[in-house]
């Protein structure tokens, strides 16, 4: 990826769909061959799009965002013949417009000094590898950058960070472990202003929804974190590991009322032959999504673009 | 969000009652709805086509049973061909190998692959008494190797000494050693999370595997898994080949769908399930309890045991001594709430009840959320020991010494009283009554807080939803609400929802 110094807008934009595409490359495949199982030589029929809502749905999309994805596909086209293609097209069209509205990049306000992020998820989302993901990134930008090890529960949680605060340079703001979450996000943030650090960003431990005393504790974290600045987090984000079911829902669900979620960030898209739930997350609760993870490096953690991504998984040609 | 599947068919079979069996067209239209329930729960698309056709075949032309109705019978098949499916009997570790036995542990990223080898190794050492070392081979994330070495001094488990820059093939090879050289039986290899379609990385841990010829390759998977559950089991089988499946954060609420999907297509049983974050969240695999999940049947067993866990087994004696006399102070209501808080609050409790899923959101929405119990708490716990026995003694003056106290306002101490009396007075009914039902046996800690006077769940919906009104005024019944849980009518006793205690009547319709 040097290439992009000298020429910073062209390649990299190709590289980094060439990345995605590969990346996605099974969701690319799964998809697009079974439309092409689907509408090869048939006319698109009531049990036609029953298969393409079936296909759908094998990727994760749930049941009712499939059902409508296929009915808008279908709609004023019964009993013609549509090519694979052109189903693919309209497909990545529709994806395309139900991701278009939470397509945001991940932006720091400068003017917000330091610019907290806070990061939550359930166990073993990824959220420590996306934070150190996410410092590399600023940090390359020429942003200072500073981590909280939140994670105070996690058997090397801590160290973890700490390894990825040495590889970047980024100062890791720790407690024993056992510590109090809540108050460390204090310290930090006192930390991050007197040395006038650009961002901040702080880690915790992971959560499953359902646990409500867990969930009572990230409250707090949030709390504390207003009480040292009242518009902070001012990016609330919660790391979701795509492999999941239709229980991301349920996830976005309680994390948004907990901890105020301001948006998503999506990690292990290349592992799973799907990346649906992105769409049935997109059309229930419309968080603005951020990232996507679609490998295991550091530039495999992109900007989500709606339109890439809808062809992407698609297998859209054009 | 999910209505459970019993809701469904009962919408389906309404019209059918009276007849003597299934027809085709009944089932078809039933198993529709199965399938679409399995769908919801993140069974792969593949698999519950298999698993429709297998329960079409047993319910066709299934005698209806007079005491049933239609739905219920369905229900009943799908339930014990999902228990079927899953594996009815039991399968545990095999140690049954020369020492030092290998159990390798493998799965994508995230899975929980560490903490399970952990669990595992812990349950070996204090349950079979044997000598475990545990070893990681997770060369990639950072501090992984640290993560394990970790758990295992915090559990006086062994690990194998950290060597900086050692491959994972030699790693293993170096534990195995070290296994037999300090004759221990078991080596556990704790694998790096991988990618099912990672060549290179399955090329790796074939290496390790046919270098330490693990007696078990456990795969560890989550249960909040979706669609593609199969290809990760698949792969991982058709790869390495699996001996049991460990599936992890069955502690979420996730309906463990994922659970069939692998089971299917691999065909090896699931061993443990993982149950939560501490070294001893360990289970043996329990069918029936999945298969009620996956159908939204809630999780009355757990439920069970949780009650059986949380609730002290004294306290509950002297509450239904005193349920007996009549006697109900807010000195009684103030422990309830507080087990209910133990139990995982509202919401966690009536997550694992059968068909509460729907009523679980509307008290979201009606924002009865667990601080309620909490205020109540503090007005209780403002209360003089006087007030607390003899709530009568309350004067406006009073009230407003309390409220000040408590940090809360005279008409929410009202709401307080108001419920207490109400909840004294079931109380005093079932206590004439005698206390019948699962939690009897109890001894009323259970009776009092899910019911208070509950003996047996309505079997009118009408009744239903008037107790559930006038438990938050929420409204809206979900259908289905009142019929009787599946597989041999179902646990009597566990209270309908009239009587949560906590629930002022009327802020639901305030809102």
Known sequence: ?318 | MFENLQDRLSGVFDKLTGRGALSEKDVDEALREVRRALLEADVALPVARAFVEKVRTRAVGHEVLKSVTPGQQVVKIVHDALVDTLGAEAAEISLNAPAPVAIMMVGLQGSGKTTSTAKIAKRLMKREKRKVLMASLDTRRPAAQEQLKVLGEQNDIPTLAIVEGQEPVAIARRAMEAGRLGGYDVVLLDSAGRLHVDEALMAEITQVRDLAHPHETLLVADSLTGQDAVNVAEQFQSRIGLTGIVLTRTDGDGRGGAALSMRHVTGVPIKLLGTGEKIDELEDFDPRRIAGRILGQGDVVSLVEKAAETIDAEKAERMARKMKKGQFDLDDLAEQLQQMGKMGGMAGVLGMLPGMGKIKKQLGQAQLDDSIFKRQAAIISSMTKQERRNPKVLNASRKKRVAAGSGTSVPEINRLLKMHRQMADMMKQMGKKGMKGLFGGMGGGMGGLMGGGMPEMPSDPKEAERLLQQMGGSGGLPPGLGSNSIAGGGLPGLGGPGGLPGLPSGRGKKK
Request: hydrophobic residues 40%; proline residues 3%; without cysteine.
């Open chain 1, 1 to 318: 990826m040097s290439e992009h110094e000298t020429n910073p807008e062209k390649p990299e934009k190709k590289s980094l769909f060439k990345r995605m595409k590969e990346g996605l490359q099974r969701s690319t495949q799964a998809l697009s061959e079974g439309v092409s199982g689907i509408f090869t030589k048939r006319k698109l029929d009531g049990e036609t799009l029953q298969e393409l809502e079936d296909l759908l749905i094998m990727a994760d999309m749930g049941l009712d965002q499939a059902a409508a994805i296929a009915e808008a596909v279908g709609k004023g086209r019964y009993n013609k013949e549509v090519s694979p293609e052109e189903i693919r097209e309209i497909l990545a069209e529709e994806i395309a417009a139900v991701l278009a509205p939470v397509e945001k990049p991940f932006e720091i306000d400068s003017s917000k000094k330091p610019f907290i992020v806070l990061v939550t998820g359930v166990n073993g989302s990824g959220k420590t590898t996306t934070i150190g993901k996410i410092g590399a990134k600023l940090k390359a930008e020429g942003k200072s950058v500073m981590f909280a090890a939140g994670d105070t529960f996690r058997a090397a949680a801590i160290d973890q960070l700490k390894i990825w605060g040495e590889r970047i340079g980024a100062p890791v703001v720790e407690t024993k472990v056992g510590g109090d979450a809540a108050g460390l996000a204090f310290e930090a943030i006192d930390r991050a202003k007197a040395e006038g650090t650009d961002v901040l960003l702080i880690d915790t431990a992971g959560r499953l929804q359902n646990k409500a005393g867990l969930m009572a504790e990230l409250e707090k974290v949030v709390r504390v974190i207003k009480k040292r600045d009242p518009e902070a987090p001012h990016l609330s984000l919660l790391v979701l590991d795509a492999t999941t079911g239709q229980n991301a829902i349920n996830q976005v669900e309680v994390f948004k009322e907990t901890a105020g979620l301001t948006g998503l960030i999506m990690t292990k898209l290349d592992g799973t032959a799907r990346g649906g739930i992105l769409v049935a997350l997109a059309g229930r609760f419309g968080l603005p999504v951020h990232l996507i993870g679609v490998g295991e490096g550091i530039d495999d953690l992109q900007s989500f673009n709606a339109k890439n991504f809808a062809r992407a998984i698609t297998g859209a040609q054009k």
